[in-house]
């Protein structure tokens, strides 16, 4: 098997190329493995993106074993790119994430970008806020996370799929996973052994609205 290219290697290039050139893809090579220093690195880019409150309630159970590939096929309904792909990336969302709020907003007075009694103010507010709040922030944070992976992934090289359709209950028993968290989808990260289907999008004019919604 070989090993991805390392980043340093990699040419720059332009953003708005790795938007427009990143597709889903459901067939990977798999001699191709990535390390888990560089998946490291790539989660570390992802987890710039905003947060509710800067909570950062996504969290990530990475699976890059053989065996535990086969496990999740039939979890994933025999999704060939779940044992084709170098890992399959897990996005969790931490229904208790409130838990960090001391954490996080102490390391910002530590830096200086906050005033200490501006951080406990944001502290005890965030920790009582509602499960059903958690759980909203949960599934955008999880989604702004996951976009920012796809792109990082796609300017390196590689090649994603998230994927929404597993069976989530199966999952979490199959895995371990304490019902704090809640699934979010998976993501399939290796190299594209065929390319991904373009697709076609509705024209911006049919989604796009400036300050009122037709009444239909």
Same mark, same amino acid.
């Given at each position: 098997?070989t090993?991805s290219q390392?980043p340093?290697?990699?040419e720059?290039? &332009? ?6 050139e ?6 990977y ?11 490291t ?5 992802a ?6 409150a800067?909570m950062?309630s996504?969290r ?12 999740l096929?039939?979890?994933?309904? &025999?999704?060939?790119?779940i044992i ?5 990336i897990t ?7 409130n838990?960090k ?11 200086g970008?906050?005033?200490e ?7 005890e507010?965030?920790q ?5 709040d958690?759980r ?9 996370i996951?976009?920012q ?13 998230p994927m929404?359709?597993?069976?989530k ?6 895995f ?9 989808m ?14 076609t999008?509705?024209?911006?004019? &049919? ?10």
């Open positions: 098997m090993l390392a340093q290697q990699l720059p290039q &332009n953003f708005f190329d790795v938007i427009r990143r597709h889903s893809v459901r067939s090579d798999t001699s191709v493995i990535i390390p888990r220093e560089e998946l690195e790539m989660l570390e880019l987890a710039l993106a905003p947060s509710s800067n950062q996504w990530f159970l990475i699976i890059d074993s053989p065996e535990l590939k086969q496990k096929l039939p979890i994933a309904f &025999n999704q060939q790119q084709e792909a170098s890992a399959v996005v969790l969302g931490d229904l208790e994430s838990k709020a001391a954490e996080i907003y102490g390391q910002a007075v530590k830096a970008l906050m005033p009694e501006t951080a406990n103010m944001f502290v507010r965030i009582t806020r509602s499960s059903e958690s909203r922030a949960a599934f955008i944070d999880c989604g702004l996951s976009m992976l796809m792109l990082i992934a796609r300017a390196k090289g590689f090649d994603t799929v929404g359709g597993y069976d209950a199966a999952f979490m028993e199959a371990g996973v304490s019902d704090r968290y809640v699934p979010i998976l993501i399939a990260i290796g190299k594209a052994a065929k390319p991904g289907h373009t697709t999008r509705l024209p911006i004019e &049919n989604v796009m609205f400036f300050n009122e919604m037709p009444q239909v």
